[in-house]
């Protein structure tokens, strides 16, 4: 619905309204599969995002951060 300020998805350039289709190689179909691969996720280290964008597929690199 959202992005936040200066969070990676923002740096990455996710858009408020993109539909997130794979993360880290790994295919997002649910809010399950989201959760396990952001927890297999290494802080510091980029990876590939796949969103959905008005109908086209956009390859975007994030690199998660500790939330501490």
Do not use: C, H, M, W
């Amino acid at each position: 619905s959202g992005v936040s300020n200066n969070s990676p998805a923002q740096k990455a350039g996710v858009q408020a309204g993109d539909v997130l289709v794979g993360l880290a190689g790994k295919p997002i179909n649910n809010i399950y599969d989201f959760v396990k691969v952001l927890g297999a996720l290494k802080i510091d280290q980029q990876v590939d995002l796949k969103v959905k964008r008005a109908g086209k597929l956009l390859e975007l690199k994030v690199t998660p951060i500790s939330r501490e």
